[in-house]
């Protein structure tokens, strides 16, 4: 009996990746369109082809900061601070995962940050919507200059 209720745990604990997942792409994609609707007027510039533009180059930015935390630790590097180079604290945890795991779908299968994706990997999904997004602006909806 005792197998069966592991493996119903492991896969509520994969359900709950997902919906994690999925909250965490999506968020950070609509974070990126938001700055990149405000930067586009604050520049005086029309906000359609701002938010491509903006969802172009934060794409990039993010899929290369994403390819940064995904490289394996240096077996001579002495990671003794457990922080990484932008402060996330060693748990996690930071203000933006919180502010996630308060949206929905994350909220109805809460779990703890160890138990979550890397935080690579969701940058790295996070990033391929961006610039998807970016390009059915401009395919799709002819947005240009």
Same mark, same amino acid.
């Given at each position: =009996?005792?197998?069966? /209720?592991?493996?119903?745990?492991?896969?509520? !604990? %994969?359900?709950?990746? $997902?919906? !994690?997942?999925?909250?965490? #792409?999506?968020?950070?994609?609509?974070?990126?369109?938001?700055? &990149?609707?405000?930067?586009? #007027?604050?520049?005086?510039?029309?906000?359609?082809?701002?938010?491509?533009?903006?969802?172009?180059? *934060?794409?990039? $930015?993010?899929?290369?900061?994403?390819?940064?935390?995904?490289?394996?630790?240096?077996?001579?590097?002495? !990671?003794?601070?457990? +922080?990484?180079?932008?402060?996330?604290?060693?748990?996690?945890? /930071?203000?933006?995962?919180?502010?996630?795991? !308060?949206?929905?779908?994350?909220?109805?299968?809460?779990? %703890?940050?160890?138990? +979550? $994706?890397?935080?690579?990997?969701?940058?790295?999904?996070? &990033?391929?919507? =961006?610039?998807? /997004?970016?390009?059915?602006?401009?395919?799709? *909806?002819?947005?240009?200059?």
């Amino acid at each position: =009996m005792s197998t069966a /209720t592991e493996s119903v745990e492991a896969e509520a !604990d %994969q359900v709950g990746q $997902l919906f !994690d997942l999925v909250t965490y #792409v999506v968020a950070t994609t609509l974070l990126f369109v938001a700055a &990149s609707a405000v930067l586009a #007027v604050a520049v005086g510039s029309r906000v359609a082809p701002g938010v491509k533009y903006g969802l172009f180059v *934060f794409g990039w $930015l993010a899929f290369g900061y994403a390819t940064y935390l995904l490289f394996p630790t240096q077996a001579w590097e002495d !990671d003794d601070d457990g +922080r990484d180079p932008f402060g996330v604290p060693p748990n996690g945890e /930071t203000g933006f995962q919180s502010l996630v795991q !308060d949206l929905p779908p994350a909220r109805f299968r809460r779990i %703890q940050p160890n138990h +979550r $994706l890397p935080t690579g990997i969701r940058l790295f999904l996070a &990033s391929l919507l =961006m610039l998807g /997004t970016s390009i059915v602006l401009e395919q799709a *909806f002819g947005i240009g200059p």
